[in-house]
């Protein structure tokens, strides 16, 4: 059974930093990819961040790039999501996903299989 646990969300003023730590249960972590996915109130649930199995790539939503960085610990079986200079538009509760049995990050919902229970980021203006 395969479980994900996101941690390390919380209330930050605009310009913060906040990481979010996801940790993972099961086998074949480090053969599956990894999302960091969020949801607004009354908006669809979108990826932010993604990683592959290896490590050795990543994507980034346009509205994140350069300010949110994705890693992961295959040692550890923990994927991280390090943000920095918040915006309030990026409060939303974030989930970390599991793609099982694929190391190519996908960026839909529908590809993944295993989803923590999310975390609250309010970044107040």
């Known amino acids: 059974q395969v479980q994900l646990v996101e941690s390390g969300g919380g209330l930050v003023q605009a310009g913060g930093s906040l990481r979010l730590s996801c940790a993972a249960s099961?086998?074949?972590?480090?053969?599956?990819?990894m999302g960091w996915f969020r949801q607004a109130p009354g908006k669809e649930r979108a990826i932010v961040a993604g990683?592959?199995?290896?490590?050795?790539?990543?994507y980034y939503a346009d509205s994140v790039k350069g300010r949110f960085t994705i890693s992961r610990d295959n040692a550890k079986n923990t994927v991280y999501l390090q943000m920095n200079s918040l915006k309030p538009e990026d409060t939303a509760v974030y989930y970390c996903?599991?793609?099982?049995?694929?190391?190519?990050?996908?960026?839909?919902?529908?590809?993944?299989?295993?989803w923590g229970q999310g975390t609250q980021v309010t970044v107040s203006s």
């Open positions: 099961g086998r074949t972590f480090r053969s599956s990819a």
């Open positions: 996903a599991r793609r099982t049995g694929y190391g190519v990050i996908g960026t839909m919902t529908y590809e993944y299989d295993y």
């Open positions: 990683i592959s199995g290896s490590g050795g790539s990543t």
